[in-house]
Structure formats: C-alpha cells, structure tokens
C-alpha cells in the first residue's frame, strides 16, 4: 500500500507565497516520477509541475518563473512565489511508478 500526504495549503494575498510538501511511504521504496497537479472550480486538473527520480523537471508555462518543484527521495515541496488569484485550486500531489497513486489534494487560495 501507498500513503500520499500533502501539506502546507491556506490563504495568501496576491504576489505573496506558499510552500507545498508531499510524502509519499509504503510499499514502494522509490517513484520515478513525481508531481504536483492542481484543479480549479469547473475546471479539469491539470498538471503544475514534476520532477524526475533524477531531477529533471517540468513546469506549466503559466506557472513558469515563479513555482519550483524540488525532492529528496520520496519527498516532494512546491515553492510557489509571486501567486496570483488565477492559482487558487486544490493542489494535489502524485507519485508515479507504473501506477498514479494521488494524494487527497490541499487548498490554495490566492485573494486580497
């Protein structure tokens, strides 16, 4: 079995930060690739960023620039600077090895 745990959502002002965390234990000993995704309301999830087992990495163009996605083994953080409301979603982390395994997905809220 497979445990997915994301933290460190809430609420930001715009042009303010967050910092995401995902763990991700179990059965598995490493994932080759893993990734943050993020759905909006009345939109389809979409992907943010990912990093590889050997730290290649891939941002959305709209979030170029401003979010990072770095990891430790089985841990992965998502450092996202100068938000903006257009980022408010739910954030859900993933881990992949053959299989999606996802997380249960944090809030971001980016208002004034």
């Known amino acids: 079995q497979v445990q997915i745990v994301e933290s460190g959502g809430g609420l930001v002002q715009p042009g303010g930060s967050l910092r995401l965390s995902c763990a991700a234990s179990?059965?598995?000993?490493?994932?080759?690739?893993m990734s943050w995704y993020r759905q909006a309301p009345g939109k389809q999830r979409e992907l943010a960023a990912r990093i590889t087992s050997s730290g290649i990495t891939n941002y959305a163009d709209s979030v170029k620039g401003r979010f990072t996605i770095s990891r430790a083994k089985n841990t992965v953080n998502l450092q996202m600077n100068n938000l903006k409301p257009e980022d408010t979603a739910v954030y859900y982390c993933n881990a992949f090895n053959g299989i999606d395994y996802w997380g249960q997905g944090t809030q971001v809220t980016v208002s004034s």
């Open positions: 179990g059965s598995i000993s490493s994932f080759y690739l």
